[in-house]
């Protein structure tokens, strides 16, 4: 079964530190991509990291940083200079090429406190 | 450059009735994806429009079927609502031949089925 694991179902984070959401997958496919995306009370869903699994590299964006580790099936995203407006529900997904959707797990809900 | 827009924002049925959801996707994008999310889950994909033709669908009934305009807009339709139907239906577009996966989302319209 194509499934993902958000282990964290809440976190919480102070201002300016540095917290890390957690993800697991399942998939016995080779090619696939991975991504985390945001979901702030807006409902709107916005990608914040992409990673493709062929590529040893983490992928960064600013603040945002993945730990992919493809063996053990993880992909980590770690929030540096946590900031008010990085409060959201955050969804960890893989897309299968050959399946052309996105899988996705139940989210974390991330609460950065001033 | 506009985003994708889906209309309505909200939305009140009952049971047995019938809905149809809009979607514009992003400017440039030509392919269409559905995704319906209960409150407190990940989004489930419901399926994909491209080129006019529905090219991937997931675990949801007949009662659920879509379209896809000429000009890359699309339609959701649902059909003998059900309660459990109430959920957010999210709509995501991209560019065929663009970064595989990557997905730019509506703000959703909230389906409430009483």
């Known amino acids: 079964a194509q499934t993902v694991t958000q282990s964290q179902p809440e976190m919480s984070v102070q201002e300016a530190e540095t917290v890390t959401l957690s993800c697991t997958y399942d998939?016995?496919?080779?090619?696939?991509?991975l991504f985390w995306y945001k979901q702030p009370p807006s409902r709107q869903m916005i990608l914040v990291i992409r990673?493709?699994?062929?590529k040893q590299q983490n992928a960064t964006e600013n603040r945002f940083s993945v730990n992919f580790q493809k063996a053990a099936k993880s992909f980590s995203l770690k929030i540096s200079d946590s900031q008010l407006g990085d409060a959201a529900m955050y969804f960890c997904a893989y897309f299968l090429g050959n399946n052309r959707k996105l899988i996705w797990g139940l989210g974390t809900s991330l609460a950065v406190n001033p | 450059d506009a985003g994708v827009t889906q209309s309505p924002t909200h939305l009140i049925k009952t049971r047995g009735q019938q809905v149809t959801l809009r979607c514009s996707p992003k400017s440039g994008h030509d392919t269409v994806s559905w995704y319906q999310q209960a409150l407190g889950q990940g989004p489930q994909f419901i399926f994909q429009?491209?080129?006019?033709?529905?090219?991937q669908r997931g675990n949801f009934p007949d009662r659920f079927s879509g379209h896809q305009f000429p000009n890359y807009s699309s339609e959701l339709n649902v059909n003998a609502l059900l309660l459990g139907d109430s959920a957010l239906y999210l709509c995501a577009s991209r560019v065929a031949g663009g970064p595989v996966g990557e997905q730019f989302f509506g703000p959703g319209t909230r389906l409430t089925v009483l």
């Open positions: 990673q493709e699994a062929y």
């Open positions: 998939t016995s496919e080779s090619d696939y991509y």
């Open positions: 429009y491209y080129e006019e033709e529905e090219r």
